[in-house]
């Protein structure tokens, strides 16, 4: 098994930054692909950013991709979301996931393992 916690969520104002931070424990070897995704009240679940524990290959949302940036500590075990330009609408609950696949997948079934999720409010 593997466990994750994110961690670093919080209030915020328009135009404001964030960093969220996945601490990775267990058979963290069983995973090759770190993502974050989000969830707001009434909707579904989305992808926001992925990347690889192996390389520096990422991948972020349309919707993210200039604002956000996601990176890793491979020493700490530890993914980060660096999040910046913060609007309104990115609101939502912020789940860290690990996927066995070295493909850098956006699908939530594809991600077997999940951390809580943390609170991002971000306040007009």
């Known amino acids: 098994q593997v466990q994750l916690v994110e961690s670093g969520g919080g209030l915020v104002q328009a135009g404001g930054s964030l960093r969220l931070s996945c601490a990775a424990s267990?058979?963290?070897?069983?995973?090759?692909?770190m993502g974050w995704f989000r969830q707001a009240p009434g909707k579904e679940r989305e992808f926001v950013a992925a990347i690889r524990w192996s390389n520096d290959m990422t991948y972020h949302a349309d919707s993210v991709k200039g604002r956000f940036t996601i990176s890793r500590d491979n020493a700490k075990k530890t993914v980060y979301l660096q999040m910046s330009s913060l609007k309104p609408e990115d609101t939502a609950i912020y789940y860290c996931?690990?996927?066995?696949?070295?493909?850098?997948?956006?699908?939530?079934?594809?991600?077997?393992?999940w951390g809580p999720g943390t609170q991002v409010t971000v306040s007009s």
């Open positions: 267990g058979r963290t070897f069983s995973v090759n692909t």
């Open positions: 996931a690990g996927a066995p696949t070295i493909v850098l997948v956006s699908r939530t079934n594809k991600y077997d393992y």
